[in-house]
C-alpha cells in the first residue's frame, strides 16, 4: 500500500519561512514507481474546501501555482529519495492551515482533488504574530 507522510509543518511568525516534506513508500506492488507521479501540495482551513498551492509533473518537471502563493513557495522533488518538498517563504497568516501532500499518477498538474490518488495525514502550518 503506498503511504505518504507529511513533516515540517510548525507555529512561526509572519514573514518567516518553513520546509515541508512528504516522504513516500509502498511502490513495491502497485506497479508505479514515485518519479511517475505528479506532486500536489494542498492546504485546509475549517469549513474550506481544500485548496492547491503548489504542483510539480512527472514528466517534465512544470511547476503550478496558485496567484496566493506565486513567488514565496516553491516545490520540488527527489525521486532518489521518494520526497517532495515545498518551501515556503515570507509567510502569511492567511497561510495558516493543514498541508497535505498529494500524488497523481496522471503525471500531469491538477488543482481538482479527485484526480490525486494518495494523501498524506497532513502537516499543520500556523502563521501568526
Known amino acids: 500500500q503506498v503511504r505518504l507522510v507529511e513533516s515540517g509543518g510548525g507555529l512561526v511568525q509572519p514573514g518567516s519561512s518553513l520546509k515541508l516534506s512528504c516522504e513516500a513508500s509502498?511502490?513495491?506492488?502497485?506497479?508505479?514507481?514515485?518519479?511517475?507521479?505528479?506532486i500536489g501540495w494542498f492546504r485546509q482551513t475549517p469549513g474550506k474546501e481544500r485548496e492547491g498551492v503548489a504542483c510539480?509533473?512527472?514528466?517534465?518537471?512544470?511547476?503550478y501555482y496558485p496567484e496566493s502563493v506565486k513567488g514565496r513557495f516553491t516545490i520540488s522533488r527527489d525521486n532518489a529519495k521518494n520526497a517532495g518538498y515545498l518551501q515556503m517563504n515570507s509567510l502569511k497568516p492567511e497561510d495558516t492551515g493543514v498541508y497535505y501532500c498529494?500524488?497523481?499518477?496522471?503525471?500531469?498538474?491538477?488543482?481538482?482533488?479527485?484526480?490525486?490518488?494518495?494523501w498524506g495525514q497532513g502537516t499543520q502550518v500556523a502563521v501568526s504574530a
Open positions: 498529494g500524488i497523481d499518477s496522471s503525471a500531469t498538474c491538477s488543482w481538482y482533488v479527485k484526480r490525486y490518488d494518495y
Open positions: 509502498g511502490f513495491a506492488t502497485s506497479g508505479f514507481s514515485f518519479r511517475n507521479y505528479a
Open positions: 510539480i509533473s512527472s514528466s517534465d518537471g512544470n511547476t
